[in-house]
């Protein structure tokens, strides 16, 4: 293994929309599918930080993978992300556009320094990544923080009544979801997410250039073949497929907040000519980059 194992890892970085230790945000059907007559969607690439988060799903669709495994949404579930885990969101929509709810997702991610407050021992614990209440006090919870998700502007005193919230969550999700970390995570298992997050952080770091599955499996001393099986055994998708649709997503965001060309914006985002970008925009969009923009232009 090279000294490249041993960088500091990238990782999202959670912004507060107020003082308080937590974020909410939900996630709106006419987000996620742009276009109501599209199959493409904008699927959430696999990340990590250090926040817990709490997903409360009100839909059927799609699927929420932790650390590898995929956990279908169901309405009514929570999934829960432990701090540090590695996660994505597949959109695998079946049921039609205009029977799906508003709002499909509730997501609350919560800051470990104020967990570790009340779990001293936090970091050896292990939330399981389904969470079936027994009740219904936890789902009516989530339904009434999503009334202050989106950077909501509080009340005189809401403040209080937000945390109380989140206090009273955490008591039902702890004491029934809660185990020891070496029970429910492997040695091994922790050792292949460390090994993940060093590679998603090299190739946030360097997708604009040439890198391929070859010459990153070469710069982290491994054969290109037990990398390929390393990499798609983990992460459910090929290591060329997750480059691609990080070089798409970065040109989403230079298309939306830029005036380059599409050839500009191609060389930036690692393809090797516009038509590599238009065809892959396409393929993950389901709609070309100027008209990506121009639909953006009109938000």
């Given at each position: 293994?090279?000294?490249?194992?041993?960088?500091?890892?990238?990782?999202?970085?959670?912004?507060?929309?107020?003082?308080?230790?937590?974020?909410?945000?939900?996630?709106?059907?006419?987000?996620?599918?742009?276009?109501?007559?599209?199959?493409?969607?904008?699927?959430?690439?696999?990340?990590?930080?250090?926040?817990?988060?709490?997903?409360?799903?009100?839909?059927?669709?799609?699927?929420?993978?932790?650390?590898?495994?995929?956990?279908?949404?169901?309405?009514?579930?929570?999934?829960?992300?432990?701090?540090?885990?590695?996660?994505?969101?597949?959109?695998?929509?079946?049921?039609?556009?205009?029977?799906?709810?508003?709002?499909?997702?509730?997501?609350?991610?919560?800051?470990?320094?104020?967990?570790?407050?009340?779990?001293?021992?936090?970091?050896?614990?292990?939330?399981?990544?389904?969470?079936?209440?027994?009740?219904?006090?936890?789902?009516?919870?989530?339904?009434?923080?999503?009334?202050?998700?989106?950077?909501?502007?509080?009340?005189?005193?809401?403040?209080?009544?937000?945390?109380?919230?989140?206090?009273?969550?955490?008591?039902?999700?702890?004491?029934?979801?809660?185990?020891?970390?070496?029970?429910e995570m492997p040695e091994k298992s922790r050792k292949n997410s460390d090994i993940l997050r060093k590679i998603i952080s090299y190739t946030e770091e360097n997708y604009y250039s040439a890198i391929n599955e070859m010459s990153v499996a070469d710069a982290f001393g491994?054969?290109?073949?037990?990398?390929?099986?390393?990499?798609?055994?983990?992460?459910?998708?090929?290591?060329?497929?997750?480059?691609?649709?990080?070089?798409?997503?970065?040109?989403?965001?230079?298309?939306?907040?830029?005036?380059?060309?599409?050839?500009?914006?191609?060389?930036?985002?690692?393809?090797?000519?516009?038509?590599?970008?238009?065809?892959?925009?396409?393929?993950?969009?389901?709609?070309?980059?100027?008209?990506?923009?121009?639909?953006?232009?009109?938000?």
């Amino acid at each position: 293994m090279s000294d490249l194992n041993n960088k500091d890892i990238s990782y999202e970085v959670v912004h507060y929309h107020t003082e308080m230790p937590f974020k909410i945000l939900n996630i709106h059907k006419k987000d996620l599918y742009p276009n109501k007559n599209l199959s493409a969607v904008s699927d959430v690439l696999d990340h990590w930080h250090n926040e817990l988060e709490i997903v409360y799903s009100y839909s059927n669709d799609g699927e929420y993978y932790t650390d590898g495994i995929a956990h279908n949404l169901q309405e009514d579930l929570f999934i829960i992300v432990n701090s540090q885990s590695i996660h994505k969101v597949i959109s695998n929509r079946t049921t039609p556009y205009e029977k799906l709810p508003a709002t499909l997702t509730t997501v609350l991610q919560i800051s470990d320094s104020f967990l570790r407050n009340f779990i001293p021992n936090f970091d050896e614990l292990y939330f399981k990544p389904v969470f079936k209440p027994g009740e219904k006090r936890p789902s009516e919870i989530m339904k009434d923080l999503s009334q202050y998700a989106d950077g909501k502007t509080l009340n005189k005193y809401e403040n209080m009544r937000l945390i109380g919230l989140v206090h009273e969550l955490l008591y039902y999700i702890c004491k029934d979801d809660l185990s020891l970390k070496d029970t429910e995570m492997p040695e091994k298992s922790r050792k292949n997410s460390d090994i993940l997050r060093k590679i998603i952080s090299y190739t946030e770091e360097n997708y604009y250039s040439a890198i391929n599955e070859m010459s990153v499996a070469d710069a982290f001393g491994y054969s290109a073949s037990y990398f390929s099986r390393f990499f798609k055994s983990n992460m459910g998708i090929t290591y060329k497929e997750f480059l691609t649709r990080m070089r798409v997503n970065a040109a989403k965001d230079s298309l939306s907040q830029t005036h380059k060309s599409v050839l500009e914006i191609a060389m930036d985002c690692g393809f090797s000519d516009s038509r590599g970008l238009i065809n892959m925009f396409n393929k993950y969009e389901g709609i070309t980059p100027l008209q990506y923009r121009k639909k953006f232009q009109k938000n």
